[in-house]
């Protein structure tokens, strides 16, 4: 089956940095995206990986290693407004996203 | 670029009626649209997707003959919710791929539909 296994919840303090871990399972594989979506709102293109490695756009990052199944997402001096739910978004060989339920970051002061 | 835009933005209609919900995109071609609804803190559900000019592709347990998908341009895309109910209102989001640039598989979201059914 295709699975996506994020954690539910983080938290984290304004200025901070914090890594959002996702591990994957899908049928075939091309791809991994990140969105991030804030309460009510449509998701936002994060980042897209389809090699091993790290790309580094701005505040944020993501890692893929496809060996492992594993990506993170990586989110520098944290802001308020990086409140949200950041959804972990492989995609497989018919080119199908498959969406897990995402991880909410919460932002203190 | 690659803007999807969605319309209404919010919707509320009573149980039995139709309500069609219009997804396009602004600035690029759409070869491949996608619907996808989605619960309150649960993940994006795909409906269906659905390529210009041909039949949409409803995934399992999405009933096609209630939620009838038409795709006629390569900028436009519907929704149509027949015989709404209840259980039927949630958050409806479109998105699409196409010639927009970019890493070609992005997809681009429209910013949802809320749908109440009372």
């Known amino acids: 089956g295709q699975n996506i296994d994020q954690p539910t919840e983080m938290t984290a303090t304004e200025g901070a940095i914090v890594q959002i871990n996702c591990t994957y399972q899908?049928?075939?594989?091309?791809?991994l995206f990140w969105y991030q979506q804030h309460a009510g709102e449509a998701p936002t293109f994060l980042s897209y990986?389809?090699l091993d490695g790290l790309e580094e756009k701005g505040r944020f990052s993501s890692f893929l290693s496809r060996s492992k199944g594993y990506s993170y997402l990586l989110l520098k001096e944290l802001q308020m407004k990086d409140s949200a739910s950041y959804l972990c978004?492989?995609?497989?060989?018919?080119?199908?996203?498959?969406w897990g339920a995402g991880t909410k970051l919460i932002i203190k002061p | 670029g690659a803007v999807v835009s969605q319309h209404p933005s919010r919707v509320i209609c009573k149980s039995g009626t139709s309500v069609k919900i219009e997804c396009r995109s602004l600035?690029?071609?759409?070869?491949?649209m996608f619907w996808y609804r989605q619960f309150p803190k649960q993940s994006l559900m795909l409906m269906a997707t659905?390529?210009?000019?041909?039949?949409?592709?409803?995934e399992q347990g999405v009933e096609k003959d209630k939620f009838l998908i038409n795709h006629a341009s390569l900028t436009l895309s519907t929704l149509t919710v027949t015989s709404a109910h209840p259980e039927d209102s949630s958050f409806y989001i479109c998105?699409?791929?196409?010639?927009?640039?970019?890493?070609?598989?992005?997809?681009?979201f429209g910013p949802g539909t809320r749908l109440t059914v009372t």
């Open positions: 899908t049928s075939g594989f091309n791809g």
């Open positions: 600035d690029f071609q759409a070869t491949t």
């Open positions: 998105s699409a791929t196409g010639l927009a640039g970019g890493d070609s598989y992005e997809q681009y």
């Open positions: 978004a492989p995609m497989d060989s018919n080119y199908q996203l498959i």
């Open positions: 659905s390529n210009e000019g041909s039949k949409a592709t409803y």
């Open positions: 990986n389809v």
